[in-house]
Nanobody, 125 residues
Framework: QVQLVESGGALVQAGGSLRLSCAVS????????MGWFRQAPGKERQFVAAIHWSDGTIGYGDSVKGRFTISRDNAKNTVYLQMNSLTPEDTGVYYC??????????????????WGQGTQVTVSS
């Protein structure tokens, strides 16, 4: 089994920054692409970013390109999401997700098999 635990969510003012962390435990060797999604109230879960555990291939959602950076620390089994220049539109619950071994960057929620419990990010104007 695989466990994903997010942390780092907070209330921040527009223009500010946050760094989210996702600690991965369990059968980590079975996880390749790791992603971040977010969900605002009344909206569908939205792809934010993903990174391949093995070769570091990265993909971003259009709304966060140039502002967010995903990274990984293989030794710590942790994936990070650095978020800069935050706007109120970035508000939502941020979820860490793990896919199964595959080629490319999965961008749909249904392509991910493992999910964390989520961490709240609120950006005030």
């Amino acid at each position: 089994q695989v466990q994903l635990v997010e942390s780092g969510g907070a209330l921040v003012q527009a223009g500010g920054s946050l760094r989210l962390s996702c600690a991965v435990s369990g059968r980590t060797f079975s996880i390749f692409p790791m992603g971040w999604f977010r969900q605002a109230p009344g909206k569908e879960r939205q792809f934010v970013a993903a990174i391949h555990w093995s070769d570091g291939t990265i993909g971003y959602g259009d709304s966060v390109k140039g502002r967010f950076t995903i990274s990984r620390d293989n030794a710590k089994n942790t994936v990070y999401l650095q978020m800069n220049s935050l706007t109120p539109e970035d508000t939502g619950v941020y979820y860490c997700a793990g896919s199964v071994p595959r080629v490319g960057i999965p961008r749909l929620a249904r392509e991910y098999a493992y999910w964390g419990q989520g961490t709240q990010v609120t950006v005030s104007s």
